[in-house]
């Protein structure tokens, strides 16, 4: 909402509309303030449901991309942390992540890691940057150096919550993550792998999505193998957010009211169309057609050990 009122408002400004930088900043100001009043609303109504049977009927959006916003408000409301720590990957500026309004509503700290240098800038240009107990880090994860990253900034042991979404790596990183024990665990998942084959990109430290295919769909993993890592890491699987992106995984013994569930019952395809051509432009595919793009690619199946094809 708010990227889309700023477009709004720069288009007057290239037009020669004089709109002064204290103005800019105080209509900024306000519709931060309007949004947080309005998460804070929708938050409190979700509280009031007594048993949920998807995630997405408690969905939200105020600065995720999607109604992830809700999601978390939901379970941190359900569920027991002492903690009120979070870590974020791949954030961009972090106008649109999915801890910002749980940095801002319930004044957590956290880390946010990027691999751009302007991005980390912004966000620490920011006025929620002194405002907020937040640190902003420019960092390319990979599973060798996540461990590291995280307990140089002085974050270990059990946290509240940690995001994963760097189209690529995510389930190595995940795999290899072990100096936080976060009781909310979301994951981005690659839908477009389906839910019946346990596969991932085979791991490459400089994995970079928009250069491993043309396409923008190579990356990630199905979620059967994160349910399957999520196993073994102590973690119940509880649902997807509707757009058919992020899994959320609760620590084993945390659930409170939260309703744990297989991976076929809560996996949730998604509906965007980001594929693109050969010539980097958007095709729009449906997911029979992508499916027909991604053919004979190399994947890992996390069960079998062995590479394979899709």
Not at 190 to 217: C, K, M, V
Request: overall charge negative; some cysteine; glycine content about 6%.
């Amino acid at each position: 909402m708010l990227k889309r009122i700023k477009k709004i408002l720069d288009s007057f400004i290239n037009e020669n509309v004089r709109v002064t930088e204290n103005c800019n900043k105080s209509i900024e100001v306000l519709l931060n303030d309007l949004a947080l009043q309005n998460g804070r609303i929708l938050s409190e109504l979700n509280d009031q449901k007594k048993s949920i049977e998807k995630l997405e009927e408690v969905e939200f959006k105020i600065f995720s991309q999607w109604g992830d916003d809700g999601i978390i408000q939901y379970l941190i409301n359900k569920l027991k942390i002492d903690n009120k720590i979070f870590i974020e990957f791949g954030v961009e500026d972090y106008t649109e992540s999915n801890t910002r309004f749980l940095l801002m509503n319930n004044n957590w700290s956290g880390l946010v890691m990027d691999g751009s240098d302007s991005n980390i800038n912004e966000i620490k240009k920011s006025d929620i940057y002194w405002k907020y107990d937040l640190t902003a880090k420019k960092a390319f994860i990979t599973a060798e150096n996540i461990n590291k990253l995280i307990s140089d900034e002085g974050f270990s042991g059990e946290i509240g919550l940690l995001h994963i979404d760097i189209d690529g790596n995510d389930y190595w990183v995940w795999k290899a993550l072990e100096v936080v024990k976060p009781i909310i665990m979301i994951v981005e998942y690659n839908s477009n792998f389906g839910y019946e084959r346990p596969i991932t990109i085979p791991y490459q430290a400089d994995f970079i999505w928009t250069e491993a295919h043309f396409s923008n769909l190579y990356f990630g993993s199905s979620i059967l193998s994160l349910c399957d890592l999520a196993e073994q890491k102590g973690y119940d699987f509880v649902g997807c957010n509707s757009a058919g992106n992020n899994a959320y995984f609760i620590k084993k013994g945390h659930l409170s009211e939260i309703k744990a569930r297989p991976g076929a019952d809560g996996y949730v395809k998604s509906k965007f169309r980001q594929s693109r051509d050969k010539d980097g432009i958007l095709n729009y595919l449906n997911s029979d057609e992508i499916t027909v793009s991604l053919k004979g690619l190399s994947v890992f199946n996390t069960r079998t050990k062995e590479a394979e094809k899709i």
